[in-house]
């Protein structure tokens, strides 16, 4: 029997491995529904009320748990609850963005899935954004480069790269892998590039131990208190030995200028400041993921992160995989009444992975 957890999702198994399967598996709202129970409880219900799982299903397609008397749905305290917007069009919706290179715009959406409106394509994509930021994720570890970027362009009357009166200031970290390789990366926006803003990006992006590279920003001193080996780069050093100084950081200006294009090219630039952030996720989840072999692998991740955090079971081994046919009636299995798929059963069986493939 294959280790799911040690493998990882299979693709035909876990996830759809092409577009024309995806359709195959999610033709209705029921088979989207089947797919996020599998998710959100694969050994059987657990009551997130009590944690009890012994219950059965009610005739409206809810849930009442057999200790607590508690009542749930599939969908309660997900992205997908108390939405009026079919089943279908969410996971297509979430294919787009997982499985388009450079993900996809509520105009775009809008259009291609004939919502009624842009800002129901909009909060869409927004809902899908939330669950992109896995929490308790790894820090960068190695040698990591750190600068600030701006994004946005400039404010009107102020000069110099740090002046305040700009559009967000952004945190930039990025793994440095021999010889030229580029790693996972992390981007937040800053309040401003002082030590007391820079050194809670550092230490809550990296892991201690690391060795950051910097230029010589002064915010940056001190970091070497916080566990952290420093590597102290001066562009104006470089100037004057004739150098270029944009090569002392080369991983970190990539990456910025990728997000400043993305940023462009998919958005248009129409992205406002209070929602950079999410936006600044998506990238980073996008560009971490850039080297996976499968993009319905990351369609299962983005799935598989919607059930809410407050749900531990979310994420646990399973040994059943999803029943994407429901057409018999119900059985008890696991404790809850579920129903049998009329499809052919699988014999190599195995859960979701506990834990994230990919930074």
Known sequence: MRDVRRTGPVAGLHYPPSAGEFG???????????YLEWLRWPAGLVCPHCGHRVGWRMADGRFRCGACDGRTSVTAGTIFDKTRTPLTVWFTACWLLATQKDGVSAQSLQRALDIGSYQTAWTMLHRLRSVLVRPGRERLVGTVEVDETFIGGEGPGLRGGRAKGKKSLVGVAVEVTAPRGIGRCRMAILDDASAASLH????????????????AW????????????????????????????FALLPAVHRVASLAKRWLLGTHQGSVDDAHLQSYLDEFVFRFNRRTSRSRGMVFYR???????PTNPSATATS????????????????GVTRRRSSGPRRTDRGGPPDQDYAG
């Open 302 to 308: 983005v799935c598989s992160s919607s059930p809410s």
């Open 200 to 215: 809670p990006f550092v230490t809550g992006h990296v892991e201690p131990g690391a060795t950051v590279i910097t230029d």
């Open 319 to 334: 040994s059943s995989t999803p029943n994407r046919r429901r057409t018999r009636p119900p059985d008890v299995l696991a």
């Open 24 to 34: 195959a598996w999610f033709s209705t709202d029921a088979d989207c529904l089947d």
């Open 218 to 245: 002064p915010g940056y001193s001190g970091i070497e208190e916080l566990g952290y080996t420093r590597d102290r780069r001066s562009p104006r050093a470089a100037r004057l030995r004739g150098d270029d100084p």
